[in-house]
């Protein structure tokens, strides 16, 4: 039976991220990183016999994991791309450990990352790059702003409902700016933030502000999953993934069951089972946050607090490294950057950073466990992890 | 252009919202498609929806990176929850951008917009 507690983190690697690469591409971003997990795990280029790779931003996807694996020289005896948008680094975690289980591969590089176009999004064959054929029918005649409309009206929604308000949403972007300042590759770790800077950021798309949107950028991440067992170099405590879980409800968010519950909820109950944990269990989290709203929800639906009660839990918990729920602790992607199209292996990235106790300044002092989830589309795809120190 | 997307289209130049309607599973689909996707057998019916609804939730666009878009701002994207069960993203338009709230009673209109009808919601008022 397959038991994900058998799978372990062993190596991460990851660039500091950047608004300005001239001169590289996202194959060049990606070895960068994949050099410096594999040398963190304590392995050779050759030891490595599995890869799964995020979806690249602006080049050709046509058999990108091949295109990875010849740049790189690797020859696997399995490898594949995982593409769910915002969970795909999450995801690439969990099918990792399947992939190690199952006997298929030793070692899994996991891969994430690449150069940031800025003006990818800016123009109607960009917008519509990353659209369904539904959503260029009956969506971009009525003049959408990409992701930024679906979670504004998520937003919206949730405060008609549950009356939250742009302070709380603000607070969770503030405690973010607090956790980046204290670390060094974040993107924005100069000045600390507060909730009214917030709140007179412009709005961007009504009633999302500019400073609770994400920063797209350049960078890369990777991280090596293995079999828990006798490793030839040690070097940092392994983590070990206990459990993890998954779940897809839709893809255009006009197309929800629901706007405020998310399938977050589902994917956690079924990292919890396969974990056999509960969420007093976990000590840190890793969010992903594309937005202020997604982490509110997130916190409701995975349990940290009830439905509608995410305003006012954010407003009295301290987010922050200092405080008793730790939540990206390295700025999130809010602060820290979003690297390429799919930022999420920073969240899996500092979690393990945390659990190994190798967090520097922002080291949370409770780092036995952590909950890091992966978010694609408009809460579209939902995988959770549920890592442990070893 | 598919023959359901073209029935969709000709529909709303007449200025009327057709839905496909499954007649096992007794519901309205949106968008339309071959297949019902809840039975999901093909053979859909087309139906006449009231085009009455209410706005589920909404956004409003100051800034629109779409040049055909640029001399519209502000403009009302939302979603509206039609009576039939339907939830379809649209236009509110003849409504201030301040006067906009989730739950508002909304009415069909249709709009010409790159040369062709377009569904759009209007506010329910009782003279309609």
């Not at chain 1, 969970?87 to 990352?113: K, N, T």
């Not at chain 1, 549950?162 to 770790?189: C, H, M, S, W």
């Not at chain 1, 987010?319 to 730790?326: A, E, R, S």
């Not at chain 2, 956004?59 to 701002?73: I, N």
Request: aromatic letters at 8%; one cysteine or more; proline letters at 6%.
């Amino acid at each position: 039976m397959f038991r994900p507690e058998h799978s372990v983190i062993l190596g991460i690697g990851e660039l500091k991220p950047s608004l300005d690469v001239k001169g590289q591409i996202s194959l060049d971003l990606l070895a960068r990183a994949a050099v410096l997990a594999i040398q963190d795990a304590g392995l050779d280029k050759g030891d490595i016999d599995g890869l799964l790779v995020c979806p690249p931003s602006e080049d050709s996807y046509f058999l990108w994991p091949s295109q990875v694996a010849e740049y790189l020289q690797l020859s696997p005896t399995f490898m594949n791309m995982v593409e769910l948008g915002g969970a795909s680094a999450a995801g690439c975690i969990a099918r990792a450990s399947l992939m190690v289980a199952a006997g298929l591969c030793r070692y899994c590089l996991c891969l994430s990352g690449g150069i940031w176009d800025p003006q990818v999004f800016n123009t109607r064959e960009g917008k519509t790059a990353v659209m369904s054929q539904a959503e260029i029918d009956y969506e971009l005649p009525y003049g959408p702003m990409g992701f930024n409309s679906g979670y504004a009206m998520i937003a919206r929604r949730h405060m008609h409902e549950y009356g939250t308000t742009a302070e709380q949403l603000a607070k969770i972007a503030v405690d973010q700016r607090t956790n980046a300042l204290a670390n060094p590759d974040a993107l924005f770790n100069r000045q600390p933030l507060s909730i009214q800077q917030v709140l007179d950021s412009p709005i961007v798309v009504d009633p999302l502000h500019l400073l609770e949107i994400v920063r797209p950028c350049s960078g890369a991440a990777a991280v090596i999953v293995g079999n828990k067992g006798p490793h030839r170099a040690p070097a940092h405590t392994p983590v070990i993934l206990r459990g993890f879980g998954e779940a897809y409800t839709h893809n255009s968010i006009a197309y929800a069951p629901s706007l405020t519950t998310s399938a977050i909820k589902a994917a956690g109950e079924r990292a919890f089972r396969m974990a056999q944990l509960t969420v007093k269990d976990i000590d840190l989290v890793s969010l992903y946050d594309c937005y202020t709203i997604t982490v509110l929800i997130s916190l409701e639906d995975l349990g940290f607090c009830h439905k509608g009660e995410g305003g006012r839990f954010v407003e009295r918990t301290d987010l922050t490294y200092k405080g008793n729920l730790p939540c990206n602790t390295h700025g999130g992607q809010l602060s820290f950057g979003q690297p390429s199209f799919a930022g999420g292996m920073s969240h899996v990235i500092e979690a393990v950073r945390q659990l190994r106790g190798e967090a520097g300044q922002r080291q949370v002092s409770n780092n036995r466990r952590a909950l890091v989830n992966g978010n694609g589309g408009t809460m579209s795809t939902q995988c959770c992890l549920i890592l442990e120190r070893g | 252009m598919t023959d359901y997307q073209q029935t969709y289209w000709e529909h709303i130049e007449e200025g009327s919202l057709w839905l496909q309607y499954c007649s096992h599973c007794q519901r309205y689909v949106f968008y339309p498609r071959r297949h019902c996707p809840y039975c999901p057998r093909e053979n859909l019916e087309w139906r006449q929806t009231s085009g009455q609804g209410r706005v589920h939730s909404y956004t409003l666009v100051r800034v629109s990176a779409l040049p055909e878009f640029k001399d519209l701002v502000p403009y009302i994207y939302a979603l509206v929850d039609l009576v039939e069960g339907i939830r379809i993203p649209t236009n509110i338009i003849e409504c201030a951008v301040d006067q906009v709230r989730v739950d508002m009673p909304v009415t069909l209109a249709t709009i010409k917009r790159e040369g062709r009808a377009l569904p759009v919601f209007k506010p329910f008022q009782k003279q309609n």
